[in-house]
């Protein structure tokens, strides 16, 4: 009952936060709390710039955007949405401001935990049955590595998988940060869509990736595993991999609905004669089981030959089978370490590859944090310095493949990696470089 024009007065004291919460209650209250001379208000503070030099510039600046045109002869909530625009770009500017250092050792940002904290970002995955209806599922564990990001989700209340349609992975922002204090979930909040994965036939179209005596798992390329109860065929965690490439861009710049596409890359001038192959690439390379790591190691000096060229990849060989002086000893025994709020576990014969690679300028040219399984090899390997069986490691996607060949010492319990070679796929490197191999 109470009059518009109190209302107004009243909402003329909230800030942008309390009057977005206000605009929820009700249809009047939200188109009261969209009134343009209130958002103006907002906008035209948000204008004042802190320097002294600029106050006469910004005094005029407010004046001529209190005008009555300013409110009248625009749509209701159209100063809204500009205060909210502009926010928005400040905010993606701070952060993209952030992660302009690169880390010389990896290639990547080395700021990424300063910017996650400061933009607020968290993520969260929505599940959704056949009927529509959405189960959103939020508290993740995180678990932080050198190029990569691991997040955990588990409870007791996972719908039936059965009724699961499909899986989506966001990134979760305040609309407004405050650095001051934890963001409230409760609060505005902006949603960009990082991937969207199918759960209809889990079992049946997707990879087995290793079992123990609770659990099965199931990755989901890119870079996603589902640990299913094996008494029960339900859910018990999802797990999510991001690699630190274009990670903060992926997770704040898309939108609820689109995903966040990178600009295309630019083709830069090589001089190199294409029949000299590729040179002075680079490679980080992490092996973890989440909790785990496993293997942390960088290779320089990286190249291709021509006469290295078949069936569509480059071949980089990292480390040779021939070549006992580069093999590398892995710390621990590899498997994937899971957990829920009442059961933990680890599944064997498997871990999450996280690869890193750099062209010539140091610019990361292939990357991805993916989960990968040990398969024994019935190959005889020709190897005389070490006794005990041999696991095969495979990875593929579009833009190249990896064979890893890993010894499993009985005598020392401990895992020796012999071989490493990466396949480029020629596309990726013509496209990369505008040449033809």
Not at 181 to 198: D, Q, T, V
Request: proline share 5%; charged share 25%; with cysteine.
């Amino acid at each position: 009952s109470m009059p518009s024009e109190v209302l107004l007065k009243i909402f003329s004291y909230l800030d942008a936060v309390s009057l977005l919460s206000v605009g929820c209650v009700n249809k009047r209250f939200y188109e009261l709390a969209n009134d343009n001379r209130v958002w103006l208000k907002l906008y035209s503070g948000s204008l004042r710039p802190k320097w002294t030099i600029w106050k006469m510039k910004s005094k005029q600046t407010e004046t001529l955007s209190l005008g009555c045109a300013a409110v009248n002869d625009k749509k209701p909530g159209y100063w809204k949405k500009e205060y909210i625009f502009k926010q928005t770009s400040v905010f993606k500017t701070r952060i993209m401001r952030l992660v302009k250092f690169l880390d010389p050792y990896t290639g990547l940002p080395c700021k990424n935990k300063e910017a996650m904290k400061v933009s607020g970002l968290c993520w969260i995955i929505v599940l959704k049955d056949k009927n529509g209806k959405e189960y959103v599922v939020e508290k993740p564990n995180l678990s932080f590595k050198d190029t990569s990001v691991t997040i955990l989700w588990y409870g007791t209340d996972w719908p039936c998988l059965d009724i699961l349609s499909t899986l989506k992975l966001f990134g979760v922002t305040p609309l407004f940060p405050d650095q001051s204090r934890p963001p409230n979930k409760n609060g505005p909040r902006r949603f960009s869509l990082i991937a969207e994965y199918h759960l209809a036939n889990l079992t049946e179209n997707s990879v087995a990736v290793g079992a123990d005596e609770l659990v099965q798992l199931y990755s989901l390329s890119p870079g996603f595993l589902v640990g299913i109860w094996k008494e029960e065929n339900e859910i018990a965690f999802v797990m999510a991999n991001l690699h630190y490439n274009q990670l903060l861009e992926r997770s704040i710049l898309g939108s609820a609905t689109v995903q966040y596409v990178p600009p295309p890359h630019k083709p830069f001038l090589d001089d190199t004669d294409s029949e000299y192959g590729l040179h002075d690439y680079s490679l980080h390379l992490d092996l973890h089981g989440r909790n785990c790591m496993y293997l942390c190691a960088s290779f320089k000096c990286l190249f291709c030959r021509k006469r290295d060229i078949e069936n569509g990849y480059l071949r980089l060989r990292v480390v040779n089978l021939k070549d006992n002086r580069k093999h590398l000893p892995v710390i621990g025994t590899l498997g994937i370490c899971w957990e829920t709020a009442v059961f933990k576990g680890n599944v064997k014969d498997c871990f999450v590859m996280d690869l890193t690679l750099l062209d010539e300028t140091g610019k990361p040219f292939w990357c991805f944090s993916d989960p990968v399984r040990m398969e024994l090899s019935t190959e005889s390997s020709g190897l005389f310095d070490y006794m005990g069986h041999i696991y095969a490691v495979d990875y593929s996607d579009k833009e190249g493949k990896v064979c890893l060949e890993i010894v499993w010492l009985e005598e020392t319990k401990e895992y020796i990696i012999v071989s490493l070679v990466l396949y480029v796929s020629t596309k990726k490197v013509n496209s990369w470089y505008g040449t033809s191999y």
